[in-house]
């Protein structure tokens, strides 16, 4: 309990955040094919990561756990008459809301996640994958109790 402690809140009681390297992975690939995804990005709090959908590069966030706030995987499309439209899974207003979104994603090999977004009919599934360099829920293990 100690460890979490000090994991959760530095020596004078005060709460800090949880770091994490987050890394984009390629859209799918569907040539000619619209509406086309031209960017993703994660957003928790004041953290914002884009996915251009580039050389992966790892990106730290920080996850203030302690804040109400919102969490949000978003992918913006172009259709085929360069038009834009948007596609989201979302938690509002939520304590711990990164981790209720990872919830919503399907985990992968190495902690990967990916969400699939449809359209407004339920159609047309867009999938937004990230990696993190560790298990976003390591933060909860806890070690050394009943034999572990």
Same mark, same amino acid.
């Given at each position: 309990?100690?460890?979490?402690?000090? &994991?959760?809140?530095?020596? !004078?009681?005060?709460? !800090?955040? $949880?770091? &994490?390297?987050? !890394?984009? /992975?390629?859209?799918?690939?569907?040539?000619?094919?619209?509406?086309?995804?031209?960017? *993703?990005?994660?957003?928790?709090?004041?953290?914002?990561?884009?996915? @251009?959908?580039?050389?992966? !590069?790892?990106?730290?966030?920080?996850?203030?756990?302690?804040?109400?706030?919102? *969490?949000?995987?978003?992918?913006? /499309?172009?259709?085929?008459?360069? *038009?834009?439209?948007?596609?989201?899974?979302?938690?509002?207003?939520?304590?711990?809301? @990164? @981790?209720?979104?990872?919830?919503?994603?399907?985990?992968?090999?190495?902690?990967?996640?990916?969400?699939? $977004?449809?359209?407004?009919?339920?159609?047309?599934?867009?999938?937004? *994958? /990230?990696?993190?360099?560790?298990?976003?829920?390591?933060?909860?293990?806890?070690?050394? &109790?009943?034999?572990?």
């Amino acid at each position: 309990v100690a460890k979490i402690g000090r &994991l959760f809140w530095d020596s !004078q009681g005060n709460p !800090q955040p $949880l770091y &994490l390297n987050v !890394q984009s /992975l390629p859209f799918e690939a569907k040539e000619h094919v619209y509406p086309a995804p031209i960017v *993703s990005y994660l957003v928790t709090g004041d953290e914002t990561f884009h996915n @251009f959908n580039q050389s992966p !590069q790892w990106h730290p966030i920080k996850i203030e756990w302690w804040k109400v706030n919102n *969490s949000t995987v978003v992918m913006e /499309l172009t259709n085929k008459n360069d *038009s834009r439209s948007y596609r989201d899974e979302k938690v509002s207003h939520s304590l711990w809301s @990164f @981790f209720e979104l990872l919830n919503k994603a399907k985990r992968f090999e190495n902690n990967g996640y990916c969400w699939e $977004l449809s359209n407004e009919f339920g159609e047309d599934i867009s999938k937004v *994958s /990230l990696r993190f360099s560790e298990d976003p829920w390591s933060f909860f293990h806890v070690t050394g &109790l009943g034999g572990e």
